[in-house]
């Protein structure tokens, strides 16, 4: 079976049988050459090579998308592919799963490519004082074996249907054994693009492979510069003024502009996106329920889709499933704005009023510090008196995400739930950026991870999205479409990818000059 969808997947079992992915369909109509200049927003002083620490949208796309390859790929079609694995096969119980490797693969120092480097770079991530996001995910593996030089098997704790996906995480990035401090000082990987300059926070130089097992199936340009522009405002002028070829995350206040200049393109897709507000539920007052629901009916989510995302998006009902997953539940109950209600559960909590701090920044989503500001007047209403702190873009993530009480934030979203609700709601998982912790939720985690009947699982899915709305310590006001823009004389397939921004972070591989 080539081209495995998440739909298919289920529907097949989920689990017995070889999975094989014959990887990505040959553009015969793409053209070689050129330098792709990108500007992106999400870069960092504190960038690196890690995989375990990459969190935004430059690192994710000089790594993932470029210098490096996982072992699957979600193609722009939303179909399972091979990268660096050509199959997998599991047992009946979707428990052991076996992954052939790619034969014949080098990395950018002349490593041959094989079972050992995938071993030790999966175990990175478990490693002592490790806090990879993609943690749960390894920890999840009780046992790893080494079958062949190309062959390796991965013996769960228990099953998981959805397995292959998460090894498409952009954290999974394979590295090579006995030399991994190497390559992350280097950038060395078995990606289309050798890492020549890497300048943390400013700008990344990479020059195409030659010889390359994705020949003739992606990587078009010669070279790719990718340059930090935080700036919404500057990034935008970038791209009308040809400084660069593409960039990630429109300004919705310049797109008008952007609109009426005919050599610049402004592509959008609907995927599982979504803009939050975590609280630090071992922290008062929001180690308190009433509290968080109190909160959660203080924000006037309509007016945010309407100003904010300018339409570019929906509500969101304070759960973290979107509208492109399998099993979302569109049917919950709409947390409203309810200036009564949240004056209620301020009741329940004992309180006549509320006053906590809101910490929020351009780094976190355009309009964040604006949303922040909106959220503000609307709580007003209801006894609640948010202070906005204006945090500096530079070291967000390190300094303020999962560090102050009260924060905006935001996620991609994932492709299935187990992977979005073990990556934000599992406990200890490392960026479970609210530390909500519910015994029933965590029960029902576990269970839905390993069952293959896709009726009971959309039953288990959909209380744990209720759970999340209801009690959770997130408020999630609004799903974000994928809004980004690129030069005219960029080309794609046609089809451009949902799972991240930038054709799911992808577009370095997929996109060529007309």
């Known amino acids: 079976m080539t081209n495995i969808s998440r739909r298919g997947l289920l529907r097949s079992g989920a689990a017995a049988g070889v999975l094989a992915a014959t990887g990505l369909p040959v553009m015969a109509q793409a053209k070689k050459g050129g330098r792709l200049r990108l500007g992106l927003a999400g870069a960092n002083t504190s960038d690196s090579w890690d995989g375990r620490t990459h969190s935004d949208t430059f690192m994710i796309m000089a790594a993932f998308g470029c210098v490096f390859d996982c072992l699957t790929e979600i193609s722009a079609s939303g179909e399972l592919v091979g990268e660096l694995a050509e199959s997998w096969e599991s047992t009946p119980d979707a428990k052991t799963w076996t ?7 080098t990395f950018h120092n002349g490593k041959p490519f094989g079972a050992d480097d995938v071993i030790e770079s999966l175990n990175m991530h478990v490693a002592e004082g490790s806090k990879s996001a993609a943690q749960p995910i390894v920890a999840a593996i009780s046992e790893m074996k080494k079958l062949g030089e190309h062959e390796v098997q991965m013996v769960l704790e228990s099953g998981n249907a959805d397995f292959p996906f998460l090894m498409s995480d952009y ?7 006995g030399q991994v401090d190497e390559a992350i000082a280097k950038g060395i990987g078995t990606g289309m693009y050798r890492a020549e300059t890497l300048d943390p926070g400013v700008r990344f ?22 340059i930090a522009i935080n700036d919404a405002s500057a990034r935008m002028n970038a791209l009308m003024t040809g400084q660069v070829d593409a ?24 995927g599982n996106q979504h803009f939050t507000f975590p609280m630090l539920t071992n922290l008062d007052p929001f180690t308190d329920v009433n509290v968080r629901r109190a ?4 924000v006037n989510r309509q007016e945010l889709v309407d100003k904010i995302l300018q339409g570019h998006g929906a509500v969101a009902n304070d759960h973290h499933i979107g509208p492109a997953n399998q099993y979302y539940a569109a049917d ?6 309810d ?3 949240a004056r209620f559960y301020l009741k329940e909590a004992g309180m006549d009023g509320l006053s906590v701090d809101l910490s929020a920044s351009s780094a976190a989503f355009a309009g964040a510090v604006d949303a922040a500001q909106l959220y503000q007047a609307s709580a007003k209403n209801c006894g609640i008196d948010i202070n906005v702190v204006q945090e500096p873009a530079d070291g967000y993530w390190s300094n303020v995400w999962i560090k102050k009480p009260w924060c905006a934030s935001y996620w991609s979203g994932r492709v299935t739930e187990d992977w979005m609700f073990s990556s934000v709601n599992e406990a200890g998982a490392p960026w479970n ?13 576990i269970e839905a991870r390993a069952t293959l009947d896709s009726g009971k699982r959309r039953e288990m899915y959909r209380e744990m999205q209720e759970l999340d709305s209801k009690e959770g310590g997130t408020v999630i006001p609004m799903y974000a479409n994928f809004v980004d823009a690129a030069s005219a004389k960029l080309a794609n397939s046609g089809t451009i990818g949902n799972v991240f921004q930038m054709d799911s972070s992808r577009l370095i591989e997929r996109w060529w000059f007309a």
């Not at 909160?295 to 203080?298: G, M, N, R, T, Y």
């Open 99 to 105: 992954f052939k490797l790619r034969e014949g693969v």
């Open 171 to 177: 954290h999974l990035l394979m590295y090579p054994a």
């Open 205 to 226: 130089l990479g020059k195409r492979v030659d010889s390359h097992y994705k020949d003739g199936k992606a990587g078009w340009f010669d070279e790719v510069e990718i």
């Open 247 to 270: 960039v990630n995350r429109v300004d919705f206040k310049t797109e008008p502009l952007m609109k009426a200049n005919p050599m610049v393109k402004i592509f959008e897709v609907t």
């Open 295 to 298: 909160l959660k009916h203080a």
């Open 332 to 337: 919950l109950e709409q947390n409203e704005y």
């Open 339 to 341: 200036p009564d209600k």
């Open 433 to 445: 950026d609210s530390k909500w912790v519910n015994d029933r939720f965590q029960k029902l985690l």
